[in-house]
């Protein structure tokens, strides 16, 4: 069934078919935590797996890769910053590499998915070579796939009181990394309201 906002207690199984870099960062209270996410997916859709800090530090163990199956147990569902809805894993939840109670025929169902075959909800693939160009034009970019690495990062707060902040990056995609001429930046802003 689909994933909707808001649901708790969720079981899903699938085959990781994307892994995206993991962080840590430092929490109001100084602690430190740690997030990392993954692509799952099966023969009709994908989701987005949050995973928060235990659990985002084993998907750094070696046998956490592309093509494993796994199963998350006790996740919920959230809008996530690209306004899809994501499954996160906390401390309440369970994640299972390579669950061994799977009959042979789910086993192979899940192994023989691929990325391509797998739909993506509302995924616009851009050709990089346009890119550039469509960034120019619409000065703006809703979603983006690849590693980016942030360079700086600073809270705000604007004339109004509304707090926001600047975010400054360097997306790398698998085919190259992207950057603008100085003269042709395009300015991204993001902010948050504080609640």
Known sequence: SEVKESMSNIVLLGKILEVFPSREFTRKDGSTGAVCSFLLGDSTKTVKIVLWDDHAK????EYFRVNELVRVIGGYSKVGNSGEVEVHLGRKGKLVLSPKDL????????????IEQTPVKSCKTIPKESLKEFILQNKFVSSVKGQVKIESFKELELKSGEKSFLLSLLLESQESTFGLETSERTRLRLGFNGR
Request: hydrophobic residues 30%.
């Open 58 to 61: 084993a998907a750094k163990n």
């Open 103 to 114: 009959s042979q025929r789910v086993r192979e169902k899940l192994e023989s998915v691929n």
